[in-house]
Nanobody, 125 residues
Framework: QVQLVESGGGLVQAGDSLRLSCAAS????????MGWFRQAPGKEREFVAA????????YYADSVKARFTISRDNAKNTVYLQTNSLNAGDTAIYYC??????????????????WGQGTQVTVSS
């Protein structure tokens, strides 16, 4: 496993942007992919975006593809989520996740080995 720490959340107005960060430590060389998920009160955790660590292939939920961008800095063992044009529907706790498995289903939370503590994003309407 790796240890993950998210940061960058906060309270913003609709239409604003945030860049979330996730710093990985520990057994980072085994990481195959990292992803972002989010969970709002009373709702299930949902997939947001994922990136393959070495190749850099990216994947997005349809609901955020036009607005969010996932990226990584291999040297810093850090993954980012740039969130633009935020609206109230984006309000949630955002979680970073990592997997050591070679999966074709990175949109499923079940394939991830490690999870961060989450960072709160609140968007006022």
């Amino acid at each position: 496993q790796v240890q993950l720490v998210e940061s960058g959340g906060g309270l913003v107005q609709a239409g604003d942007s945030l860049r979330l960060s996730c710093a990985a430590s520990g057994r980072t060389l085994s990481t195959k992919a990292m992803g972002w998920f989010r969970q709002a009160p009373g709702k299930e955790r949902e997939f947001v975006a994922a990136i393959r660590w070495t190749a850099g292939n990216t994947y997005y939920a349809d609901s955020v593809k036009a607005r969010f961008t996932i990226s990584r800095d291999n040297a810093k063992n850090t993954v980012y989520l740039q969130t633009n044009s935020l609206n109230a529907g984006d309000t949630a706790i955002y979680y970073c996740a990592a997997t050591s498995a070679f999966s074709l289903h990175l949109g499923s939370a079940l394939v991830y080995d490690s999870w961060g503590q989450g960072t709160q994003v609140t968007v006022s309407s």
